[in-house]
Each structure stands twice: as structure tokens, then as C-alpha cells.
């Protein structure tokens, strides 16, 4: 599934898409952005209800496919310009963290 597909499946929207067409390939759930850096694959969509400007940096060393934002969480002006300057994709939920996990699962 790509970035782009996730995006448009029910229960998610896209914030901001660099590269919709990337391959979603796993899922990483996490809000200790030094925890998630050693953790999640590259490939995976990064699910948090962080917002801050580090998850840009984050997201972009672990290489996932796309940061999603559980729970309504937005970016604040700056994570977004920093996510857009460094291609990170950025996807919204309104659903809790573990019910975004299930349903990405079964979109994946």
C-alpha cells in the first residue's frame, strides 16, 4: 500500500504528502522520539500523537514512510515546514493510537 492510498482508506487523511507514492511495509507505534529512532524500520508508518518539530528529524533518520498523528494531534506550523522541507509524509487520525494500528493492519 502506498503513502497515498493510506491516506485516502477510511479514518485517515493526508496532512501533507512529499512522496505519496512510498510503500507503507510495517507499522511502529511510539511517543519517545529517542525510543522510536532506534526502533522503527524503514518503510514503517510511525504512529504518535507527538507534534513537535523533532518528529520531522526523527522520521527522516528512521527512514519510515510517514508520520501519523493519532487523536486529532495537528502539526504546529513549524513540524510542518520542517516535514515538508525534509519529505517526511504526514497523515492524520482522528482514532486513538492502538485503533489506528489495527486498522492500518488490516489495510496493510
Do not use: H, K
Not at 512529499?18 to 524500520?41: F, I, K
Not at 533518520?61 to 506550523?77: H, K, M, N, R, S
Amino acid at each position: 500500500m502506498t503513502v497515498s492510498e493510506l491516506a485516502s482508506a477510511g479514518g485517515f487523511r493526508a496532512i501533507a504528502l512529499s512522496d505519496p507514492s512510498r510503500e507503507v511495509a510495517g507499522c511502529y507505534v511510539g511517543d519517545l522520539l529517542s525510543w522510536v529512532m532506534g526502533r522503527a524500520q524503514a518503510g514503517n508508518a510511525w504512529i504518535t500523537i507527538m507534534s513537535n518539530v523533532n518528529v520531522a528529524a526523527v522520521a527522516s533518520l528512521a527512514d519510515v514512510a510517514c508520520v501519523i498523528f493519532a487523536e486529532g494531534v495537528q502539526p504546529d506550523e513549524q513540524a510542518l515546514a520542517a516535514a515538508q522541507m525534509r519529505g517526511v509524509n504526514l497523515i492524520a487520525a482522528d482514532m486513538p493510537e492502538y485503533e489506528a494500528a489495527v486498522a492500518l493492519s488490516g489495510l496493510i
